[in-house]
């Protein structure tokens, strides 16, 4: 008797696991049509974003969570999360800081909607983390890019609502900017794209 | 009146040049599925260094369908000689075309309005199609003599219109149905309301054409015209199989006749 308990109680629990898999929560890949290796650009909540950096990769994937947002003392800070290709295990996090005016929750984000940020300005700050492993050592590196030019564009700012209920915002947008490192050697983030979901589980508010 | 001639008998056999005709039948394609902007995606392989190009599969669903329709219809049948005769009726098809989610469900985008964007959670459609055709068919015995089986080729035209079409939207939350139902229905793509194909054919006439008989045969259709929808979710393939039964009853008392010789 115990042990048809156990099984039961196992299946119960692999269906009811399966069952809690959200469609809206999985990275997507939509390859860009001219480029490939690229999401194409979307406005459905894919949580996929790319960016070449020079000639490499910055992608999403989906064993990291590709995006938080964090609003703090007037400073929203718009992180994407994701692998970067010139080496494999190199994960790297751009971060967006921009001043904006009060919000609380992640439905006051379509604030953004169609609203550019020239990267340049004094009061933005773009933050590029790396953490890379190499024979089981790690290294980590955070810079604060020094920004020649370049603009970070929400195309669109989307409240979704599933069967009549409030679901998630949608950020879609483009970011494209020259930056020089401390080094002072220059580098080019070009064919920024992003569309992402954001609730509850990566928006951050204090 | 047989007559002896040498060792052999002369004999004349006559059967009726007109019979009444019913078939019954099926017609399959491996379509493609209609790409449905609305749907949401969600599946994909996403970019991988350690992977090659191959991966960037996407989609919600496998890009094929297979779409059957069966059919069933009147077809009198009139011989113009021994070799050829032909045939002309009205045949009603019908096809049940499901298209259900890889996952649980589709979500679907039914609204977009301004800064809001609305899906609905869809486990599948259903769809019914109702057709009426005309068939046009030449058939060609390749022998003179009514056998008892007996080898044939066919070729036609075959004209189809859509006299019905109801389809049904299955909602994850029945509430919804009120709501986006109609709504739903007119996002979706309309089946194909007129089509036309040509048929090449071969069968087996079973029976002798004096009795009722029937045949069995198989069908090459051709679609005649391009970008046709079978349905809601199909596009029509240039190419399909069909499978056909007819049962024929001989009727009037205008005959076709021939004399052949048996052995004494």
Redesign the interface.
Known sequence: MKKYFLIITIAALFFSCS?SES??D??????DEID??L?AYTE?G?N?F?AKLDRQ?F????DLLPCKVLYKEGLLRFSLIGRY?ST?NTRMTLTFCFPLEHISQFSDL?IL?DKNYELSLSNIIVIVNKIGYTSQTQHETTDTLNIVEGILHFR?????????EQ?RA?LSGTFDFKYLDNNDFPAHFSDGRFDMGINNDNFYAY | MPLVLMSQVEHTYEYPRFRWGAEFGFETTAGKAVDMPQIRQNKSAYYNPAYNDDLYYCGYMFNRYDYTRVFAGFKPEYSLNHYFSVAAGLRFMYNNSVFNSDRQYFLWKVAEVSQTTDYVRINNFEQNNFYLGIPLELKIFTSKRDLRVRHYFKTGLFFNALVGSSTKVNFVNSEMENKYDDKIKRQLQKPSGFSAQAIIAMGLKIGRMTNPFGDIEIQMPINLMENQLASSFVHSTPLSFAMVAHIYLPAGKEKLSYNYRTKR
């Open positions: 069952k469609q809206m999985k990275t997507i890949f939509i390859p490939p290796k999401p459905w894919y996929a790319g990769y992608l999403s994937t989906n290709t494999e379509v909607n669109r700012a989307q409240m979704l609502n599933i069967d009549d679901n949608i």
